[in-house]
C-alpha cells in the first residue's frame, strides 16, 4: 500500500520507461525492451481517466502479452505506477483489463497476481468507505477479483475462462462427494459475487434514459460481458453438480442449496433479461435467456431437459492481425537502422542471395551462371508453391468455420422454431385472455348498468320516504291537537255541567261546539280517513254528555238563584275561553287547508314514480331473462365438467393401484417390509372410504351436483387401496412362505377388484350398476389375514399398560380439578386486592379460564366413558388389560393425550396466576390455552379412533370437545381483550416534547423495531426447531419409527 500511496502523487497518463538501452545491447535486449515499451503504451491507453469503454485492441495486446512472457510480471510493473488509489475511473478501467487477462491470459496471471492479493484487498476497503458513485463498484468488482483468484488457486483444473467438458467436471471433483459439496459452495460464492457487480452497476445508472448509447454508461457496462460469460458457465455447472449431488445424498442435506439456487436463478434470469433489453450489448454479445422455472433436483430425469446457456460474440468485422495494435513511434530509437525481415526475404526472392553477386563464386565465373528468366520461373514456381500452400491452408479453415457456422446456424433455426411454438402459444394466449377480458367487461357494465338503476331507484325511494316521514310527523302534530281541543272540550262540557248556568246558554254553547268539531272532522276526513272511527267516538261521548246535561238541568234551576253571582263570573270566563278556542279552530283550518294541497301533490308525485318503477322494474326483467339462459348454458358447461373432473380422479386412481400393482413384481420392493399392525389399520381405512364411495356414488346418481365428494371419496379411495396393496406385498416379505403367497393371491385380487369397480365408474351408464362388493371383501380377506398374523403382547406389558391408562386418567381428572380450585381461588383473591379496569380484566380471564376448566373435566369424563364402551365392546372374552396390551399403540396415544391434558391444565394456571399478579404476559395465556385445545383434540381423536360411529358416548365425547374449542376461543378473546383495555389506559403524550425529542424518540422506535423484527425471526428458527425436536422425541417414544409401522 504504500507504493500505492506514493504513486498517488504521479501524472496519471505518465508513460514510463519501462527500460533503458544500453550501449551494446543484443537483439533479445532490443526485442525486449521493444515488447515492454509497447505493453507500457496499451496498458497505458487501456487505463486511463476518461470515463469511456476499454478499446478490445489495447486490451488484446495486454492478453497477448501475457502469453509471449508467460506471466504478468511486465503488466504489474506497469499498474503499480498508476495512482488506483485516487481516481474511481482509473481504478474501474483497471478492474475491466485484469478481470479480461485472468479470463484470457495466460495462467500464470493468476499466480502472479496473487503477490499483490492484499493491496487489491486494501484498495477494495478504501474505495467500500464511499457509498455511491465509482468508488462503490470499484470496492464490489475488486471482490469480485480476489474471489476470481482465490477460486481458480483453490480448484487449479479450472481454466480462467471456466470452460471445462462434462468429463472435466467429474474430475474437479475427485469422485468424491465431500469435493463437489465444497465445489458447489465456492460456485455460490463466485457467483454471488458477480451477480452482486451485475445489480450495483444496474443500481448506479438511471435506467429511464438511453445510457448504453452514451459513454460514460458504456463505460459502466462494458465488464459486464465479462460478468455474462462468468455467470453462464457458473450456472451451467452448479445445475449439473447439484443433480449429481442428489444422486448420491438425501434431499433433506441439500435443502439450502436448493435454497440459494433458487434465490440466483431468480437474480441471473432477471439480469439476463434486462441486459439482452440494452441497445449496447445488442451489437456485441447475444445473451441467453433462462427457462421459465428451475431445474426440479428432485427428479433426476429433469438433468436430460436441461439446457446448457450459450453465449454468443459475434465475429469482428476486421481481423486482430491487421490492426495496429501497439503504437511504438515514441518510443522507437532512429539511431540505430533496423531493416525488416520482410523486406529482406523480398529483396532476396526477387534478385537472388548475396552469394549470386560474390565475386569469390568460381561456379558463377566460369559461366554456370543461371540466366535470369530461368531464375524468375524458379521463383514464380516457389511462390505458386507457396500460394498452393496457403490456399490448402485457408481451404480447411474456411471447412472447419462453415461446419461451425452450419452447427450454430442449426442451433439458431431450433431456438427460432422453439421461439415461434412459443409465440404461436402466447398468439393463444392472448386471445383467450382477450376474448375472457372481454367478457369480464361486458358483464362489468350490465352490473354497473343495473348497480345506478337500483341506485336511482334507492334514491327515490328514499326520498318518497322522507316525504311520507314528514307528513306523518304533520299528522301526529294535527292529531296531538286534535286531542289537546278534545280534552279542553271534555273540561268546558265538565264547567258547563258544574256551574248552573241556564239552560239556554249552555245549549248554544253545545251547539257552537258541536259545529266546530263536525267542521274540524270534516277537514280530517279528507286528509286521513283513519280519523273516522275517532270523531264517531267524541259524537258517542258528547250524546252522552247531553244526558248528563238533560240530568242535570233540575238541579241547574234549583240552585240557579244562589249561584247568580258566581254564574256570572264562570260565564265570563267562559266567553273568553270561546273566544279562544274559535281563533285556535281557525287557525288549525288553515293548517289542515295547506296539509291537504301537500298530500295532493305528493300523491301525483308518487304516481309518476310509480310508472318509471315500472318501466324499470321490465328492463330488470328483460335483463334476467337473459341472465337466465347465460346460467342454463352455463350450467350444461358446468355438467360436462363435472363429469370430467370425475373421469379425470377415476383415471388417477386406477393409476395409482396399477403402479401398486406393479410395485408386488419389482425387484426393488422385495427389500420392503411392514407389520401385520399396520397393513390392519390400512385395510380398516380402505374399508371406511369404500363405505363413503358407496354414499358419495348414491348421492351424485340422486343429484349430480354433489360431484366435489364423489372425486374427492374416488382420490382418497385409489390411494387407501394402493397403500393397502403396497403394505400387503411388504407384508408379505416377513411373514412364512404359506401366508405369503395366500396374502400376495389377496393382494392382487383387491387391485384387480378395484380397477374393475373403477373401469365401471368411468362410463355414465355402468356407473349405476357398480359394484362395490367384491372389492369390500378382498379387503375384508386381506384384514382377515392381517389380523392372524397379529403379534400377541406380553403379560407384563399387559398389566403395565392397563394400569398405566387408569393412573394417567385419573391423574388428568386431579389436575384438572387442582387447576379448577386455584383458579376460584385467585378470582377471590384478585376482588379483594384489585379495583377498577385490572379487576374486570381479571375477572373476565379467569371467569373465561373456569369455563375451560369445566369443559376439560366433562371432555375427560366423556372420554372415560368412551373408552369403556370401547374396552367393553371390543374385548370379547379377554380381560381389559389384555384388550390394552392388544391394542398397544391406541393405549400409547391415550396414555401420551391424557399426560398432554393435564400438563397443559397445570401450565395455564401458572401463566394465569402471573398474569393476574402483574408479572405475566397476555400472550403465555393465550399460548397455553393452544397448547390445551391442541392436547384435548389429541386426546379426543385417541378416544374416538376405535369408536363405533353411533355410539352416544362418541356424540358426548365430540359435544365435549367443541366446548373445549368454545372456551378456549373465550380465553383467548378475553385475554385479547383485556390486554388491549389494558393497553388503552396507557396513552401517548408527545405535547411537550420539542422536534429534536421526537426525532430522537423517532430514531430509538425504529432501532426497537428493528430488533424485535430480528429477534422475532430468530425465535420463529427456534420454534421450528423445538417442534422438530419434539416430533423425534415423540417418534421414539411411542414407537413412530418402529419398521412395523410402515414400509422401509
Given at each position: ?5 506514493s ?5 496519471p ?11 551494446g545491447?543484443?537483439?533479445l ?16 491507453k ?10 478490445e485492441?489495447?486490451?488484446?495486446t495486454?492478453i497477448l ?8 510480471h ?12 485516487s481516481?474511481a ?7 475491466h ?38 468508488g ?14 482465490e ?5 487449479p ?7 471445462m467438458?462434462?468429463r472435466q ?37 438511471d435506467?429511464s ?7 460514460a454508461?458504456q463505460?459502466?457496462l462494458?465488464p ?16 449439473k453438480?447439484?443433480?449429481k ?6 434431499a ?26 440494452l ?17 426440479n ?10 439446457i446448457?446457456?450459450?453465449v454468443?460474440?459475434?465475429a ?16 522507437v530509437d ?14 532476396d526472392?526477387l534478385?537472388?542471395?548475396?552469394a ?11 559461366g554456370?551462371?543461371?540466366?535470369d ?8 514456381t ?13 481451404r ?11 452447427g450454430r446456424?442449426?442451433e439458431?433455426e431450433?431456438e427460432?422454431?422453439e421461439?415461434?411454438?412459443l ?9 383467450f385472455?382477450?376474448a ?5 367487461r361486458?358483464?362489468?357494465e ?26 306523518k ?10 286531542a289537546d ?14 256551574a ?7 245549549d ?23 280519523q ?5 267516538e ?14 242535570l238541568k233540575?238541579t241547574?234551576?234549583s240552585s ?10 264562570q ?27 301537500e ?13 318509471s ?6 328492463a ?10 347465460r346460467?342454463q ?18 383415471e388417477e ?7 401398486s ?12 417390509t411392514?407389520?401385520?399392525?399396520y ?7 380402505s374399508?371406511?372410504?369404500i ?16 360431484v ?24 408379505s416379505h ?7 403367497d ?7 385380487a ?11 365408474m368411468?362410463?355414465?351408464?355402468s ?7 367384491k ?12 389380523e ?9 406389558q399387559?398389566?403395565?399398560?392397563g394400569?398405566?391408562v387408569?393412573q394417567e ?9 387442582s387447576a ?5 381461588e385467585m378470582?377471590n383473591?384478585?376482588?379483594?386486592v ?15 379460564c ?9 371432555l ?8 369403556r ?19 398397544s ?5 391415550l ?5 398432554a391434558v393435564?400438563w397443559?391444565?397445570?401450565v ?9 399478579q ?6 403465555e395465556?393465550m399460548?397455553?390455552s393452544?397448547?390445551i ?14 369408536a363405533d360411529?353411533d ?10 370437545s ?10 383467548v378473546?378475553s385475554t385479547?381483550?383485556g390486554?388491549?383495555?389494558i ?8 405535547s411537550s ?32 426447531e ?5 416430533y423425534?422425541?415423540?417418534?421414539v417414544?411411542?414407537g413412530?419409527?418402529e419398521?412395523e409401522e410402515g414400509?422401509?
Amino acid at each position: 500500500m504504500d507504493r500505492v500511496k506514493s504513486s498517488m502523487q504521479q501524472v496519471p497518463n505518465a508513460i514510463p520507461k519501462v527500460i533503458r538501452r544500453t550501449g551494446g545491447a543484443n537483439s533479445l535486449e532490443l526485442e525486449k525492451e521493444n515488447f515492454e515499451r509497447g505493453q507500457a503504451v496499451s496498458i497505458n491507453k487501456a487505463i486511463n481517466t476518461q470515463e469511456v469503454a476499454v478499446k478490445e485492441k489495447h486490451a488484446r495486446t495486454c492478453i497477448l502479452g501475457t502469453h509471449h512472457e508467460k506471466g504478468a510480471h511486465t503488466f504489474w510493473a506497469a499498474v503499480n505506477r498508476l495512482p488506483l488509489s485516487s481516481n474511481a475511473v482509473l481504478c474501474w478501467k483497471f478492474c475491466h483489463v485484469f478481470h479480461k487477462l485472468l479470463r484470457d491470459g495466460h495462467p500464470n496471471v493468476i499466480k502472479d497476481s496473487m503477490r499483490n492479493k492484499a493491496d487489491l484487498t486494501d484498495m477494495s476497503r478504501m474505495w467500500g468507505h464511499l457509498s455511491e458513485g465509482y468508488g462503490k463498484l470499484c470496492s464490489i468488482y475488486l471482490k469480485l477479483l480476489i474471489t476470481k483468484m482465490e477460486f481458480h488457486i483453490k480448484n487449479p483444473r479450472f481454466p480462467g475462462n471456466l470452460q471445462m467438458s462434462n468429463r472435466q467436471l467429474d474430475e474437479a471433483g475427485e469422485n468424491d462427494v465431500n469435493n463437489f459439496f465444497q465445489l458447489t459452495v465456492e460456485m455460490f460464492d463466485y457467483l454471488e459475487c458477480e451477480l452482486n457487480l451485475f445489480l450495483g452497476v444496474f443500481s448506479s445508472l438511471d435506467m429511464s434514459r438511453s445510457v448504453s448509447v452514451t459513454a460514460a454508461g458504456q463505460c459502466r457496462l462494458a465488464p459486464l460481458i465479462q460478468v455474462i460469460l462468468d455467470s453462464s458457465h457458473l450456472y451451467d455447472y452448479t445445475v449439473k453438480l447439484l443433480f449429481k449431488l442428489h444422486s448420491c445424498l438425501p434431499a433433506d442435506t441439500l435443502q439450502g442449496h436448493r435454497d440459494r439456487f433458487q434465490e440466483q436463478f431468480k437474480k441471473l434470469k432477471s439480469l439476463f433479461y434486462r441486459s439482452s433489453n440494452l441497445q449496447y450489448f445488442k451489437r456485441l454479445i447475444q445473451i441467453p435467456q433462462l427457462p421459465e422455472n428451475p431445474p426440479n433436483f428432485l427428479r433426476a430425469s429433469a438433468l436430460s431437459e436441461h439446457i446448457s446457456p450459450v453465449v454468443v460474440i459475434p465475429a469482428e468485422s476486421s481481423s486482430p492481425e491487421l490492426e495496429h495494435v501497439v503504437e511504438t513511434d515514441d518510443l522507437v530509437d532512429t539511431d540505430v537502422p533496423v531493416l525488416p525481415a520482410a523486406l529482406e526475404t523480398k529483396f532476396d526472392d526477387l534478385f537472388g542471395t548475396s552469394a549470386a553477386i560474390d565475386p569469390f563464386n568460381f561456379n558463377s565465373q566460369n559461366g554456370m551462371r543461371k540466366d535470369d528468366k530461368d531464375r524468375l520461373i524458379e521463383q514464380l514456381t516457389r511462390e505458386i508453391q507457396a500460394l498452393k500452400d496457403e490456399l490448402d491452408s485457408f481451404r480447411l479453415e474456411s471447412g472447419r468455420l462453415c461446419q461451425a457456422l452450419r452447427g450454430r446456424a442449426n442451433e439458431l433455426e431450433a431456438e427460432l422454431a422453439e421461439q415461434s411454438h412459443l409465440r404461436l402459444q402466447a398468439a393463444g394466449e392472448s386471445e383467450f385472455l382477450k376474448a375472457e377480458l372481454d367478457d369480464l367487461r361486458r358483464v362489468r357494465e350490465d352490473t354497473e348498468k343495473e348497480q345506478r338503476s337500483l341506485t336511482e331507484i334507492e334514491k327515490k325511494a328514499q326520498a318518497n320516504e322522507q316525504r311520507y316521514t314528514k307528513l306523518k310527523e304533520k299528522y301526529s302534530e294535527l292529531v296531538q291537537s286534535h286531542a289537546d281541543l278534545l280534552r279542553k272540550n271534555a273540561e268546558v262540557t265538565r264547567q258547563m255541567t258544574v256551574a248552573r248556568a241556564a239552560q239556554d246558554e249552555v245549549d248554544a254553547v253545545r251547539r257552537e261546539m258541536q259545529e266546530k268539531m263536525k267542521a274540524a272532522q270534516e277537514v280530517a276526513d279528507r286528509q286521513e280517513r283513519e280519523q273516522l272511527e275517532q270523531l264517531q267516538e267524541l259524537q258517542r261521548e258528547l250524546v252522552s254528555s247531553r244526558t248528563e246535561l238533560d240530568s242535570l238541568k233540575t238541579t241547574m234551576a234549583s240552585s240557579q238563584q244562589a249561584s247568580s253571582e258566581v254564574l256570572g263570573t264562570q260565564l265570563v270566563t267562559l266567553e273568553s275561553e270561546k273566544a279562544e278556542l274559535v281563533q285556535s279552530l281557525s287557525k288549525v283550518e288553515a293548517e289542515l287547508a295547506v296539509r291537504g294541497e301537500e298530500l295532493e301533490r305528493v300523491q301525483s308525485s308518487l304516481a309518476t314514480e310509480r310508472e318509471s318503477g315500472v318501466k324499470t322494474a321490465e328492463a330488470l326483467q328483460n335483463q334476467l331473462n337473459e341472465k337466465e339462459s347465460r346460467e342454463q348454458s352455463l350450467e350444461s358447461q358446468l355438467v360436462t365438467a363435472r363429469w370430467s373432473s370425475l373421469q379425470g380422479a377415476v383415471e388417477e386412481a386406477e393409476k395409482i393401484i396399477q403402479d401398486s400393482l406393479a410395485q408386488i413384481d419389482d425387484p426393488v420392493h422385495i427389500s420392503c417390509t411392514s407389520s401385520a399392525d399396520y397393513l390392519a389399520t390400512r385395510c380398516q381405512a380402505s374399508l371406511g372410504c369404500i363405505d363413503r364411495l358407496h354414499s358419495a356414488r348414491e348421492a351424485f346418481l340422486a343429484d349430480n351436483t354433489g360431484v366435489s365428494e364423489l372425486v374427492r371419496v374416488v382420490t382418497q379411495c385409489g390411494h387407501l387401496v394402493g397403500d393397502t396393496i403396497v403394505q400387503g406385498s411388504a407384508t408379505s416379505h416377513m411373514v412364512p412362505v404359506e401366508q405369503a403367497d395366500a396374502l400376495s393371491v389377496s393382494v392382487k385380487a383387491c387391485g384387480a377388484e378395484a380397477l374393475a369397480l373403477l373401469g365401471q365408474m368411468k362410463q355414465q351408464d355402468s356407473l349405476t350398476a357398480a359394484d362395490n362388493s367384491k372389492l369390500k371383501a378382498a379387503l375384508e380377506a386381506i384384514l382377515a389375514t392381517a389380523e392372524k398374523l397379529r403379534p400377541r403382547g406380553l403379560e407384563l406389558q399387559q398389566g403395565e399398560l392397563g394400569d398405566l391408562v387408569e393412573q394417567e386418567m385419573a391423574a388428568t381428572s386431579a389436575a384438572v380439578e387442582s387447576a379448577a380450585t386455584r383458579i376460584e381461588e385467585m378470582l377471590n383473591k384478585s376482588r379483594a386486592v384489585d379495583t377498577g379496569i385490572k379487576m374486570e380484566v381479571n375477572e373476565r380471564i379467569l371467569a373465561s379460564c373456569t369455563e375451560l376448566m369445566r369443559a376439560i373435566k366433562e371432555l375427560v369424563l366423556s372420554s372415560k366413558n368412551l373408552q369403556r364402551d370401547i374396552v367393553e365392546s371390543g374385548r370379547g372374552a379377554a380381560s381389559m388389560k389384555e384388550f390394552y396390551a392388544k391394542n398397544s399403540r391406541w393405549t400409547e396415544g391415550l396414555i401420551s393425550a391424557s399426560k398432554a391434558v393435564g400438563w397443559g391444565a397445570t401450565v395455564m394456571v401458572d401463566a394465569a396466576d402471573l398474569v393476574v399478579q402483574g408479572k405475566g404476559k397476555f400472550e403465555e395465556l393465550m399460548v397455553c390455552s393452544h397448547e390445551i385445545a391442541a392436547s384435548t383434540a389429541q386426546l379426543v381423536a385417541a378416544s374416538k379412533v376405535k369408536a363405533d360411529k353411533d355410539s352416544g358416548n362418541l356424540h358426548r365425547l365430540q359435544q365435549a370437545s367443541r366446548g373445549v374449542t368454545q372456551a378456549t376461543a373465550a380465553v383467548v378473546a378475553s385475554t385479547k381483550s383485556g390486554k388491549s383495555q389494558i393497553e388503552e389506559t396507557d396513552t401517548m403524550d408527545f405535547s411537550s416534547m420539542t422536534l429534536t425529542q421526537i426525532k430522537r424518540q423517532e430514531m430509538d422506535a425504529q432501532v426497537l423495531v428493528l430488533e424485535l423484527e430480528t429477534r422475532l425471526q430468530k425465535e420463529r428458527e427456534r420454534l421450528g426447531e423445538l417442534r422438530k425436536k419434539h416430533y423425534e422425541l415423540a417418534g421414539v417414544a411411542e414407537g413412530w419409527g418402529e419398521p412395523e409401522e410402515g414400509t422401509g
